[in-house]
T-cell receptor, first 109, second 116 residues
Framework: GQNIDQPTEMTATEGAIVQINCTYQTSGFNGLFWYQQHAGEAPTFLSY????GLEEKGRFSSFLSRSKGYSYLLLKELQMKDSASYLC??????????FGQGTTLQVKP | GAVVSQHPSWVICKSGTSVKIECRSLDFQATTMFWYRQFPKQSLMLMAT?????????EQGVEKDKFLINHASLTLSTLTVTSAHPEDSSFYICSASSRVVNTEAFFGQGTRLTVV
């Protein structure tokens, strides 16, 4: 079976750092994606990891440990506009993405 | 990045009618397109995988006779919701790729379907 878990909700303060975790158990693995989605809009690509380690891209970083079935998305210097849902998705052998339930992040002043 | 265009962005239809949603890859040839459905405050659920020139592969629990998918060209896939009912009201999103394994999946803008 396939299972992707991430926290449902998180709250953080403007200017702070927040880490959103994602654990997965899938039958095939060809990379892990993180997406940002604002209400009523399509997901926006943030990052892709296929090898173990940390990928940094501006204020956002993503980490992957394949042996542990674990990833996290790190958001630094939080801004109010970062309030959104963050989706973790695993790509299987056929290319299709299986999404976690998403983490709704609320950034407070 | 590559552009995927989805049309319409929103549609309201009467119960019992059919609605067609288009997904186009504008600057690349999409050999595979994926159709997702998202209910309020839930994540994206894969409905089907569409490969150009062949029949779509549907996920378990998705009625293939109700959600008709056509991928007749390398730049266009369509999803038709037949005999729509209020419970079909949802956000439908397509994504397109030019190869089996991708480093970035490109999504359309999504279609908000409301069945009244």
């Amino acid at each position: 079976g396939q299972n992707i878990d991430q926290p449902t909700e998180m709250t953080a303060t403007e200017g702070a750092i927040v880490q959103i975790n994602c654990t997965y158990q899938t039958s095939g693995f060809n990379g892990l994606f993180w997406y940002q989605q604002h209400a009523g809009e399509a997901p926006t690509f943030l990052s892709y990891n296929v090898l173990d380690g940390l990928e940094e891209k501006g204020r956002f970083s993503s980490f992957l440990s394949r042996s542990k079935g674990y990833s996290y998305l790190l958001l630094k210097e939080l801004q109010m506009k970062d309030s959104a849902s963050y989706l973790c998705a695993v790509q299987g052998n056929t290319g299709k993405l299986i999404f976690g339930q998403g983490t709704t992040l609320q950034v407070k002043p | 990045g590559a552009v995927v265009s989805q049309h319409p962005s929103w549609v309201i239809c009467k119960s019992g009618t059919s609605v067609k949603i288009e997904c186009r890859s504008l600057d690349f040839q999409a050999t595979t397109m994926f159709w997702y459905r998202q209910f309020p405050k839930q994540s994206l659920m894969l409905m089907a995988t569409s490969n150009e020139g062949s029949k779509a592969t549907y996920e378990q629990g998705v009625e293939k006779d109700k959600f008709l998918i056509n991928h007749a060209s390398l730049t266009l896939s369509t999803l038709t919701v037949t005999s729509a009912h209020p419970e079909d009201s949802s956000f439908y999103i397509c994504s397109a790729s030019s190869r089996v394994v991708n480093t970035e999946a490109f999504f359309g803008q999504g279609t908000r379907l409301t069945v009244v």
